[in-house]
């Protein structure tokens, strides 16, 4: 690994993203265990610093952290000094006066990640900023893929939904590109920037045409908060479009798998029977984002400053 | 300046020894196992899985072990070391486990490699094979059945190269001014 931090897939090479995978396979081995502990990072410590309300990621990050041995601290910001009117800067450079090797930082802002790693000299590990990046997610998804599929290159990946506001769409856009996918957007105009061609995707604006043939489906969230601001008249019109169904999947191939970084709309981008089927990897998603972010932690510990 | 210590002749000796010894000292293979640390004490451990079964006509299970995630030294490295499989397809709790290394040096290595399987499960026994003993231990350890004791100097480097590597079976001394 060239960097200290995690910020985006962007920034990573082909090798690295192939390096971090490898690494994880290691540490899935661990996670089945049933001493699901490794001395690796003893002695270190990790702080949990949330910016927007995250159940999922933080838990994961959290579990990745405590088995790799570090010390965890939860810094939620509701009862932080933040609410007084404390910078972030400020915030950050207190975490790191506390011991903090690792950063985990989500925040509502774009970019913010990339301002701390200037001014920080622990690792940074970007769990979401803004409409920008997500990069464990993305991650994730590509190490559960290479796991059912066995490779990545060459596949058809479709990413349904609002690619727009989605960092975990723009993450996986990158590292699918980067691993040597085919992949398709589907959604709405109102939801898919034109200028995102440019990445080297297709765009559909039909969910038929779109999802048929393809290997991996990837659901995003509908969120509900963008509905009032016109992207999408209702959500029973979003569902009518562009949800999940069997009639859908059925036009996909036939040992093509069905992914979705969760929380679920369930009946709105995907209906139940279909979240809940033999196709369905959602879960094994959450299982693997523990060893990708144990890969994550212990690749950048060796990295020097 | 490099100076052949072994051929492949003399390592399929020292195997053929080292795995009549194992079944001698544990009077059989009953309830035993190899395991071997990554890379190189992968090869050898499955090399004497297939002699002890040409000796004994029985089946031995052979796993391999990664050991990167228990080093001491990992804050001190250049970077990480890269993490390979661990894989030990059975149930190591009650079993006799050989683990296996191509050379022994600090002694480091098992330390860690003890932790790990440890970690793994509860074996009766831990013994320890080694195809070269190079001396300079820093830790109490001790191997129970050695292919080839070289006496070095801490500045030499012992490489064990085998033809599942795409080499020849061969133990190479590289002298300190190559390095």
């Known amino acids: 690994m060239l960097s ?13 993203i192939n390096l971090i995978l490898d690494t994880a396979s290691g540490f899935k081995d661990v996670i089945g265990r049933d001493i699901k502990k490794v001395p690796t990072l003893r ?11 995250s159940t999922r990621t933080r838990t994961s990050f959290e579990l990745a952290a405590k088995r790799l041995s570090t010390d965890v601290v939860n810094f939620s910001v509701p009862t932080s000094s933040v609410v007084k009117g404390e910078s972030l800067i400020d915030t950050a450079l207190t975490v790191q006066a506390l011991g903090a090797d690792f950063i985990i930082i989500r925040h509502a802002s774009s970019g913010v990640p990339h301002l701390l790693a200037k001014e920080l000299r622990a690792s940074i590990i970007n769990a979401g900023d803004g409409t920008n990046e997500h990069p464990t997610q993305a991650l994730l998804d590509a190490f559960t893929i290479r796991e059912k599929k066995g490779k990545i290159e060459e596949l058809e990946i479709a990413i349904v939904g609002d690619i727009a506001h989605s960092r975990v769409a723009k993450s ?82 036939e040992d093509a798998i069905v992914m979705h970084p969760g929380p679920m709309n369930r009946g709105i981008e995907i209906v139940s029977d279909i979240a809940d089927g033999p196709k369905s990897v959602i879960l094994e998603q959450v299982t693997n984002g523990i060893a990708v972010r144990m890969a994550v932690m212990y690749l950048l510990a060796g990295v020097k400053r | ?21 194992i079944i001698e000292k544990n009077k059989g293979t009953e309830r035993l196992c190899l395991v071997g640390i990554q890379s190189g004490g992968v090869y050898l451990a499955q090399r004497l899985a297939v002699k002890i079964n040409e000796i004994e006509k029985k089946e031995i299970p052979a796993g391999s072990l990664d050991i990167a995630f228990y080093r001491d030294d990992l804050n001190i490295r250049k970077a990480q070391p890269l993490v390979r499989r661990t894989e030990i397809p059975f149930e190591v709790t009650d079993l006799k486990i050989v683990l296996v290394d191509d050379v022994l040096f600090t002694g480091r290595s098992i330390r860690a490699a003890m932790d790990a399987l440890m970690d793994i ?14 001396g300079h231990r820093e830790l109490p350890i001790k191997a129970d059945y050695v292919g080839k004791n070289i006496p070095t100097a801490l500045s030499e480097k012992v490489v064990v190269q085998f033809v599942e590597q795409g080499l020849e079976d061969q133990v190479i001394l590289e002298k300190a001014e190559e390095r």
């Not at chain 1, 200290?4 to 990573?12: F, S």
């Not at chain 2, 072994?6 to 399929?12: F, L, P, Y």
């Not at chain 2, 499960?121 to 190079?134: E, K, M, N």
């Open chain 1, 172 to 253: 996986n856009i990158y590292s699918l590109i980067k691993l040597g996918a085919k992949v398709r957007l589907i959604g709405p105009p109102t939801l898919i920037p034109e200028e995102i061609k440019d990445l080297g995707v297709r765009i559909f604006h039909n969910m038929e045409e779109g999802v048929t043939g393809v290997d991996v489906l990837m659901m995003l969230r509908i969120q509900m908060e963008r509905q009032d601001k016109g992207f999408f008249p209702s959500t029973e019109e979003y569902s009518k479009n562009w949800c999940l169904t069997d009639a859908r999947l059925f036009l996909a191939k």
């Open chain 2, 121 to 134: 499960g509860r074996p009766s026994q831990i013994q320890l094979a080694v195809l070269i003993d190079r």
């Open chain 2, 1 to 21: 300046m490099t100076k052949e210590l072994m051929n492949n002749k003399d390592i399929d000796r020292a195997v053929t020894r080292m795995a009549h010894e």
């Open chain 1, 43 to 53: 002695g270190k410590t990790t702080v949990n610093l949330f910016f927007e309300p």
């Open chain 1, 4 to 16: 200290k931090d995690l910020l985006g897939i962007k920034e990573l090479s082909k090798d690295e």
